[in-house]
């Protein structure tokens, strides 16, 4: 898409939020919302601040993830009129906000003080944001019954959200192949990062979280947090969970790769994406995200069983046994957008089957999910579940050879459309 029909996606976009605000105030006796940006908290004991990117509901608006300091007003009727925090200060840069066709829908104004602005007639006035920054500020603070309905404003996307998350997944795929060919030529963890970095023109604390990065065993840790800054003695995979910030919005995306010589983790991660594309090919208006994640189960137990890592025991023996939870411990996904695990994916509990699920929806048009199945091998999983009486079911041979890959996940960002689902990840291409 141009840039320039996004730009006028955009003041579509912001019209249809105008409105949505507006109701919500409405229903909740309000005439005007003030809502922070928000600011980095400084370290315990230190003069440096954590990393900041910004406040859900005013990305929602803006789009502006790193501006700290900064305030929105949204009044019923009214024109929202936007405080960017610009200090008089020679220790940093202010940074440049572009001309663009929604700064005539939102006024702009420049403020060199982190102070909330004195609002003129704002009426019956909700403030939302951090409770360090808005406490003690006029109007009622982080009403719970707003904030729920606001959070519901984001959950079915308009068409600018979508193709920005679009744009998203084009510019972190070109990353993932960056990594991809590292990974192939030796490289170790971090530098593997920093080819996903310069792929992707973003620095590691702009991405929308810590890209996860993970060589051989490392892969069967969920949230691996470290980048080995050598390589090890035997490239045997690599998991790669990495998205991009654009416009305020998330990608996520992952991808698993076999190390040459590694056919049976090859096939493994060939039968996990089948499985992955047959679950995204269940998104569609109407089905209860709940079913997808119990048909990753199904689905995981039949590779576990094909692949000979599990015998003697009927595939759905396999699920209602517990044997496919110690191999795929987290939910299939969640909702994305200008948060990665975006709000309001749980109105009802996750049930006791999927204790980790984020999202326990019935799925709408302008959804936007994650699909993402894994496999792992994880001793804290495995040797219990080795150590019991299913343990005669495992191979434990071929588990023990496959123990020092770590593991598989394969993840696309899918929307819900009328007809069907769009999968912004598969529709991009790298070029």
Known sequence: MS?????????????????????ALADHGYDSLLIASGAAPYRYGDDQAWHFQGFGPFLHWTGLAGREHCWLWV??????????????????????????????FIEVRSSASPEAPVLDDPGSLAVIGDPALVSGLPGDANPEGLLRDLDETRVRKTGYEIECLAEANRRALAG?????????AGETEFDISLAYQRATLQRETEAPYHSIIGLNEHAGTLHYQYYDTRPPAQPRSLLIDAGVRFR?????????????????F???????????????????????????????????????????LVKGIADQDIVDRGITRAFFPHGVGHLLGVQVHDVAGKPTPAPTDAPFLRLTRRLEPGMVVTIEPGLYFIPSLLDPLIEGELG???NLEL????????GIRIEDNVVVTDAGRRNLTREQTTD
């Not at 840039?3 to 109701?23: C, F, G, I, K, V």
């Not at 305020?248 to 049976?264: F, L, Q, V």
């Not at 089948?274 to 209860?288: E, T, Y």
Request: proline share 5%; aromatic share 8%.
């Open 75 to 104: 009044r019923v009727g009214h024109k929202p009129m936007l405080w960017l925090f610009e200090p008089v200060d020679f220790w940093h840069a202010n940074p440049t906000l572009s001309e663009e066709p929604w700064q005539d």
């Open 399 to 406: 588990i023990d050879r496959l123990r020092g890959c770590g």
């Open 266 to 308: 090859a096939a493994l991660i060939q039968g996990l994406e089948q499985l992955q594309i047959r679950l995204c090919d269940m998104v569609a208006a109407g089905v209860d995200y709940i079913d997808i994640h119990r048909k990753a189960h199904q689905g995981i137990a039949a590779l576990l069983s094909s692949a000979g």
């Open 176 to 184: 993932h192949a960056a990594a991809r060919e590292a990974f192939l």
């Open 248 to 264: 305020g919005y998330c990608s996520d995306i992952t991808r698993t790769t076999a190390g040459p010589g590694e056919p049976h």
């Open 3 to 23: 840039h320039e029909a996004l730009l006028s996606l955009q003041n579509d976009h912001l019209r249809e939020l105008q409105s949505r605000y507006e109701s």
């Open 392 to 394: 005669q079911f495992l």
